[in-house]
């Protein structure tokens, strides 16, 4: 059973950087048939796509957070990272990491048991 | 691709049958999946590709619908069934999710 497990400071200051991590039991990141990634949820904006890494290297950013984001990698460890710089209150959310099936007709089957960032001085 | 559910919340009883609705801002095929989400949890998949229902799910929901509209229909709710639902699109890269649609008990 894969089983995603995130993991983060719950509080970060305006201006710096959000760092989370995602640890993946029961599979694989270095798999072809998956992509893993980050999805947020927040009162104002709902579920919202951050991004997702591939086992090739190819990462996948949503446009609108783009130039203040990085999704890495680290196969040794068998986990994957989000890193948010220059955050602001809009950042504040339930951050999930997420696994989608590298299929044509794409879906998210698992999912971390979420956790909750707020940004706040 | 905006994705706007209807409605946006909807009282039901047990053993009713009830009905979703998304609708895409533009055609995407059967490029939609379906998710169950229930308070302080992570969202669950229910339904891929518009009518394909994931392992374990049971067969009393049931998703149709391409190009724009889609449907999530529940039928017998059940007790577990309460909760809030949303549809998300995976035609576009950029994937995108309804807003929600919250089932509670009448």
């Known amino acids: 059973q894969v089983q995603l497990q995130d993991s983060g400071p719950g509080l970060v200051k305006p201006s710096e950087t959000l760092s989370l991590t995602c640890s993946v039991s029961?599979?694989?990141?270095?798999?072809?048939?998956?992509?893993w990634g980050w999805i947020r949820q927040s009162p104002g904006q709902g579920l919202e796509w951050i991004g997702s890494?591939?086992?090739?290297?190819?990462?996948y950013y949503n446009p609108s957070l783009k130039s203040r984001l990085t999704i890495s990698a680290d196969t040794s460890k068998n986990q994957f990272s989000l890193q948010l710089r220059s955050v602001t209150a809009a950042d504040t959310a339930v951050y999930y990491c997420v696994r989608r099936m590298a299929a044509v007709k794409s879906y998210f089957d698992y999912w971390g048991q979420g956790t909750l960032v707020t940004v706040s001085s | 691709i905006q994705m706007t559910q209807s409605p946006s919340s909807l009282s039901a009883s047990v053993g009713d049958r009830v009905t979703i609705t998304c609708r895409a801002s533009q055609s995407i095929s059967n490029f939609l999946n379906w998710y169950q989400q229930k308070p302080g949890k992570a969202p669950k998949l229910l339904i891929y590709?518009?009518?394909s229902l994931q392992s374990g799910v049971p067969s009393r929901f049931s998703g149709s619908g391409s190009g724009t509209d889609f449907t999530l229909t529940i039928t017998n709710l059940q007790p577990e069934d309460f909760a809030t639902y949303y549809c998300q699109q995976s035609y576009s890269v950029l994937y995108t999710f309804g807003q929600g649609t919250k089932l509670d008990i009448k």
């Open positions: 890494i591939y086992y090739s290297g190819n990462i």
């Open positions: 029961g599979g694989s990141i270095s798999s072809s048939d998956y992509y």
């Open positions: 590709a518009a009518f």
